[in-house]
């Protein structure tokens, strides 16, 4: 085998978006094309890894189908995908992924990113169009960032977005930077802190925001019973859950990494939602969002070690997962190291199911079953293979160098009244 082809097929195992042959990956949807021409002029296809069997439903996981294609969930979540966010042709317009069944809820507002239908282009097309990046990353331009703040604002939110992108006199900011006044963001830091808003800080928004939309509290987790207050966290594999109490009118938001989940973060942030709002956990409904999944969430032993100290059901949370791979099955000498027997990161890898992590906790904060919904759907493989492309940002899968997604939920500021 020639050093070209070598090279390419190591860097695709590796993942990584540059690598030590100088050749850039992942420029296409699924990241392999470069590398999937190489082995498809030698004669060879490539395997995708195996996912874990099953899919989420109503807070429960489910069989796969017959056809072994996971269902999609009901509700308007599902429609939102087939619609919108998934032909080029709609995607001009912003499709927030949102919770089964929460519509109903008049008084909510609520909604999940993905990464088409922005003006942002550093990190791809987005589906057609530009990708809707959300966070004030180093290599986006703000005033992309800003936009489509605004757009995704527009459409979780409606009013409130409008009133940001026409009060546009501040001598202070350009117009183009103009933050969404009800968006609240913490400075995210892989921590179990929480953060209530209160009245005081709508007397006071610098303590909330700069002049131009950057958070200033830290945290990772934020609740608030403000009509017209709208809680953003900003995710790009990390597990983002919504709360709400739809008896108090509550809602919360929380960030959601291993490390805060480890801490307990959803079940700690539940804890305060009671002392705070006196809310039931039978009256609360909780949405776990698109995120890095158990197919493709692969961690270190120590981070194993750490769940099976801290949750006597840490060993359901875990899996080992093989990567069949006809590649490196006919060229095993390929993907020799040197590193010592045991070393090497071949072989079966330790895969967290995050989604099922958070499930737990949510359950042992006494919400019940049918009240907990998982999206179900990993940031890292969703939509590869697909013509729209990856449908969402994901660190992981990316190495780094990709826009963040934002989940928001808020109690809408002129609202009808509410069913429960
Ligand atoms: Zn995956």
């Known amino acids: 085998m020639d050093e070209k082809l070598a090279c390419s097929a190591k860097a695709r195992h590796r993942g990584k978006t540059r690598n030590g042959c100088g050749m ?101 097309s987005g589906g057609g169009n530009g990708s809707l990046n959300l966070g004030w990353t180093q290599q986006d331009d703000p005033a992309n960032v800003a936009k489509n703040r605004r757009r995704f604002m527009a459409a979780v939110a409606g009013e409130h977005a409008h009133a940001a992108a026409t009060s546009c006199s501040g001598p202070s900011v350009p117009c183009s930077l103009l933050p969404v006044p009800s968006l609240v963001t913490l400075r995210q830091f892989h921590s179990a802190m929480l953060r209530i808003v209160e009245s005081e800080h709508l007397a006071h928004p610098t303590r909330l925001q700069t002049a131009d939309g950057r958070a200033v509290l830290r945290g990772d987790g934020m609740m608030t019973d403000l009509p017209g207050v709208f809680l953003g966290i900003q995710t790009a594999d990390c597990v983002p859950v919504l709360v709400a109490d ?3 009118r509550a809602v919360a938001a929380f960030h959601a990494g291993w490390r805060g989940t480890l801490a307990r973060i959803v079940e700690r942030g539940i804890g305060t939602m009671r002392l705070r709002y006196g809310s039931r956990p039978e009256d609360l409904v909780a949405a776990i969002g698109p995120s890095i999944g158990p197919c493709c969430y692969s961690v270190g032993e120590e981070v194993r070690f750490e769940f099976e100290s801290q949750f006597s059901y840490a060993r359901e949370l875990f ?16 993907f020799l190291t040197a590193r010592a027997p045991g070393h090497s990161n071949i072989g079966p890898q330790i895969h967290l199911d995050l989604w099922q992590a958070n499930r737990r906790q949510l359950l042992d904060a006494g919400i019940p079953a049918r009240r907990i919904t998982v999206a179900g759907e990993c940031t890292a493989c969703a939509g590869l293979g697909t013509a729209a492309g990856r449908k969402y940002f994901s660190h992981r899968a990316e190495s780094g160098f990709t826009g963040r997604m934002m989940a928001v939920i808020g109690v809408a500021a002129y609202s009808a009244r509410a069913s429960r």
């Open 24 to 124: 850039k990956q992942q420029d296409d949807a699924g990241g392999t094309g470069e590398v999937d021409d190489l082995l498809a002029s030698v004669g060879l296809g490539h395997g995708w890894r195996g996912t874990l069997a099953g899919s989420w439903q109503n807070g429960e996981r489910m069989a796969k189908t017959a056809s072994g294609r996971q269902k999609s969930l009901p509700g308007p979540a599902a429609a939102h995908r087939d619609e919108g966010t998934r032909s080029g042709k709609a995607a001009k317009r912003v499709e927030p992924v949102l919770a089964p069944g929460w519509l109903r809820y008049a008084w909510l507002r609520h909604g999940f990113s993905t990464r088409a239908a922005g003006v942002s282009s550093i990190y791809g």
């Open 246 to 248: 739809v008896r108090h």
């Open 319 to 334: 899996s080992e997962i093989f990567d069949s791979d006809p590649v490196r099955d006919k060229y095993p000498l390929l």
